[in-house]
């Protein structure tokens, strides 16, 4: 999220696929991303989530500025035609969509606005305070499961009347969701059941947003619920052909009430568990010689 690299020498290191990446914002205050490895010998240059004026390899010391230029190595003025160009990092495509970050390994490919603009407009629309979310917390979790067999539950809430009963008293899935897609994106708005109910307190004065729940081709979920305004980013991560890392970000206006740390954790500890043991259980199931591909 950009409220992750804020100030000048913020970065953010990730991975896509097999791919190290950074995200920095330079001395300047540009967002940049690059390749995570130094030009040197390919040793990656960093780690986690930081503050650098200076980007330096920890294998041979060879430095970089913030905005990926070349800056410094030992030994390099005994070298003949020496090309600082070369030794730049090389750029990743990036791009602000609603407020959060996403790369893209084709420098070519079209814009994520343009390929998902109806779901920026619907996030816009269901949380009108979306440029003011911040993130409070991160909740991770591995998931004996492959990850589609995550994201198909995620996908339908056929299952949910009996086994998330809590979620049902929030929202009303009965007859009331309104589906809408672009392609690599669809989202769901479903209206709120009961102010009372087993998940989580609502205060009617204060519902800012209801539900929105969303889908970003091929493994993010966000999710808006209701009451004061809120997203969690759901991203559903493959470890291994049975194992998942299910990661939970969850964005607020600033340090969480009593009744959003409630939120919190209902989502984390019930409604996530909740689908754990589903998932876990259909990967078992699906070694069976009498299983091979069941409607709906």
Not at 135 to 160: G, L, M, P, Q
């Amino acid at each position: 999220h950009i409220t992750d690299v804020a100030q000048p020498g913020d970065y953010y290191a990730g991975q896509v696929a097999d791919q190290g990446i950074f995200i920095i914002r330079d001395l300047g205050g540009e967002l940049h991303a690059f390749y995570n490895v130094c030009s040197h010998r390919g040793h990656p240059l960093l780690e986690g989530q930081g503050n650098k004026r200076v980007i330096v390899c920890p294998y041979h010391q060879w430095c970089y500025e913030t905005d990926g230029r070349f800056r410094s190595a030992r030994g390099q003025h005994a070298l003949e035609d020496w090309l600082f160009d070369n030794a730049n990092l090389k750029p990743v495509r990036l791009e602000n969509y609603g407020g959060f970050l996403f790369v893209n390994l084709d420098q070519n490919a079209r814009p994520l606005v343009e390929q998902a603009p109806q779901f920026l407009r619907d996030m816009y629309e269901c949380c009108p305070r979306l440029d003011d979310l911040v993130r409070v917390r991160r909740f991770e979790r591995e998931i004996s499961a492959n990850w589609k067999t995550v994201i198909d539950n995620n996908h339908e809430c056929y299952h949910c009347k009996i086994n998330h009963k809590s979620l049902m008293e929030l929202v009303d899935y009965d007859n009331k969701a309104v589906w809408t897609n672009d392609g690599i994106t669809f989202t769901h708005t479903v209206e709120r059941n009961h102010i009372d109910n087993s998940a989580y307190t609502l205060d009617e004065e204060n519902i800012e947003q209801d539900s929105l729940f969303g889908y970003v081709w091929p493994n993010l979920i966000p999710l808006f619920y209701p009451g004061t305004p809120n997203l969690i980013m759901f991203q559903i991560l493959p470890l291994g052909p049975e194992r998942t890392r299910v990661r939970h970000d969850f964005y607020l206006l600033g340090k969480p009430s009593t009744e959003e740390e409630r939120f919190m954790d209902w989502f984390s500890h019930t409604l996530n568990v909740e689908d754990i043991d589903l998932c876990e259980n259909v990967q078992k199931g699906l070694h069976s010689r009498g299983y091979h591909q069941g409607r709906f």
